[in-house]
């Protein structure tokens, strides 16, 4: 494309050509201008359009706030959803909590009422001289998730102490800690003593409760009866295995309520005091062994049941 420029003020005329990267460079520099002017003019709109008061302006301003806040609202809402979530969350680990402390308490030998788990925990104190600051969405949802991590914590905590002392408890209900007579004394302790049949020193390998003919025995601990029979020595004598090669024996009953093979719980009456077998009165001959060994039954009679 050939421009001719004819001009009084020339000499003489003068031709511009122009090539396609002219033409080129043209377009693109109005389109720019024509993007620039039409920005321009809508920020021009919107910026005046309250003073302006263009019914459709207004229209379009009110859409796109109205959509900006339904965005928003369900933004807030999403969270509400989510936190609410966790708080149901965090109310069940508390129910949780609670009922484990309570569980706790009474294995301990508290009463529950005492420790007041329903209750909240009084707090106070003066106004603080520094300023208060509002949280904002953004702590307010890394405090909650720092106090669920915490609840998780205790819960798995409370919850292996609640399961050592659950062990704890049934070893204490497998040693025989439970006085077998109930109001009977001792009428002959365990180590050497003159024999009353032969006069001579012997080892007494038991315990002997003075008792009335038909006082109720008790079994010591919990355990499996492995002996109830009549022995020449003993006379009507049990066995209670309490595990770990651990057992208590009873003998000279007048009368027995268990059989080999029954499971036994601490305080269950098994016979009845007697004076079968090689005795001179009355009374329940009373041994702990372990392993065959003769242990000190009064050792264990004094350990807290």
């Known amino acids: 494309m050939n421009i001719i420029l004819v001009s009084e003020k020339l000499p003489q ?3 511009i050509t122009l090539g396609w990267p002219h033409l080129i460079a043209s377009g693109f520099a109005l389109f ?3 993007i620039l002017l039409a920005g321009a003019l809508n920020y021009g709109i919107l910026r005046f359009a309250a003073e302006l008061n263009i019914p459709y302006v207004r229209d379009v301003l009110v859409s796109i706030q109205r959509q900006q806040q339904e965005k928003n609202q369900s933004y807030l809402q999403d969270n509400l959803n989510a936190m609410a979530v966790r708080l149901g969350q965090m109310q069940a680990q508390l129910l949780r909590l609670e009922t484990l402390g309570e569980r706790l308490a009474k294995l301990a030998g508290f009463k529950p009422q005492d420790l007041m788990f329903n209750e ?3 707090r106070g104190g003066a106004p603080s001289s520094i300023p208060s600051q509002n949280l904002s969405l953004g702590d307010f949802t890394q405090q909650i998730d720092q106090l669920t991590r915490q609840l998780e914590d205790r ?7 609640e399961s ?3 062990q704890e408890s049934a070893r204490k209900k497998l040693i025989p800690t439970k006085l077998p007579v109930e109001g009977g004394w001792y009428s002959s302790n365990f180590g050497w003593r003159i024999d009353p049949f032969t006069g001579q020193r012997a080892f007494h390998e038991g315990i002997d409760f003075m008792a009335e003919e038909g006082t109720p025995i008790f079994s010591a601990a ?9 022995h020449p020595q003993y006379g009507n004598m049990i066995e209670i295995d309490h595990g770990n090669d651990l057992i208590s024996r009873y003998a000279h009953a007048s009368k027995k309520y268990v059989k080999v093979g029954d499971v036994v719980l601490r305080g269950t009456r098994i016979a009845d005091v007697g004076r079968t077998g090689r005795a ?3 009374h329940l001959h009373f041994e702990v062994r372990q392993r065959g060994a003769a242990l000190n039954p009064a050792r264990f009679l004094q350990l807290p049941g």
């Open 222 to 230: 919990a355990g499996v009866v492995v002996y109830a029979e009549f």
């Open 280 to 282: 001179t009165g009355s």
């Open 120 to 122: 909240v925990p009084g």
């Open 13 to 15: 005329a003068r031709t």
């Open 32 to 34: 720019g201008l024509v």
């Open 155 to 161: 819960s798995d905590k409370l919850g292996l102490l």
């Open 164 to 166: 050592m002392y659950t």
